[in-house]
């Protein structure tokens, strides 16, 4: 008898032990091993530019989705499933938009100015605001007296990190970072960071021709 209830203890103190609270674990990330910081110099015949890049990226040639632009380029970093786009005009030089009219859309052509290109620099980073928790610009800078203004973008928004430089005469760049998959900031913030240092990096050795 006595055994009996022992063993009715037992599975009684297992039950009650079955109803205790459940606690989740928290939300967890894949590892991600981030390559050494090297860079190398780019400095293509013809380019009007030239500037260090990290030497775990590559280049491709780089277009919007109607003109081909010879100065436009891609620099990729395949491993980290990112890439930054980066789009060079001149300064009095000539720009090609599609416009849309009842007949269907026709190009227009618009002569580019300093301050023309600086408002669609903002235009083109602060429409990401719909999804972003909030966007701070910083002004720059760098040792070769190139200045411009660099975006942090936080929240889930498309890109993350972008930036304009110029000599508001002849040269405008503008880059922006861009992670082929769903936005995430908590998952792609470390990553995130890790590209803006390369970034800046090239701010810092940017030269015009």
């Known amino acids: 008898m006595k055994q009996l209830q022992c063993i009715l203890m037992v599975c009684f103190c297992g039950l009650c032990s079955c109803n205790s609270p459940f606690t989740p674990r928290p939300k967890g990330y894949f590892a991600i091993d981030l390559p050494s910081k090297e860079y190398r110099l780019f400095d293509s015949a013809g380019f009007p530019y030239t500037f260090e890049y990290p030497v775990y990226a590559s280049f491709t040639p780089g ?12 620099l990729d970093f395949t491993a980290l ?3 930054i786009y980066i789009s060079y005009k001149a300064i009095n030089g000539q720009s090609v938009y599609k416009v ?8 227009s052509i618009v002569q580019n100015n300093f301050e023309q290109l600086r408002e669609e620099a903002y235009k083109l980073t602060y429409k990401h605001s719909v999804r972003a928790s909030g966007i701070v610009d910083s002004f ?28 508001t005469t002849r040269h405008f760049l ?3 970072l861009y992670f082929d998959a769903t936005p995430n900031e908590d998952s792609l ?13 090239l701010i810092a050795t940017l030269r015009w021709k």
Do not use: C
């Open 189 to 201: 913030s470390l990553t995130s960071e890790f590209i803006a240092r390369d970034m800046r990096h």
């Open 100 to 107: 849309k009219t009842p007949s269907g859309y026709r190009d």
């Open 140 to 167: 720059f800078t760098n040792p070769n007296g190139i200045s411009g203004v660099f975006f942090y973008v936080t929240g889930n928004a498309a890109t993350s990190k972008q930036f304009f430089a110029s000599d």
């Open 174 to 176: 503008r880059a922006a």
């Open 81 to 83: 499933n990112s890439r």
């Open 63 to 74: 277009s919007d989705s109607t003109t081909p632009h010879p100065y436009w380029i891609n």
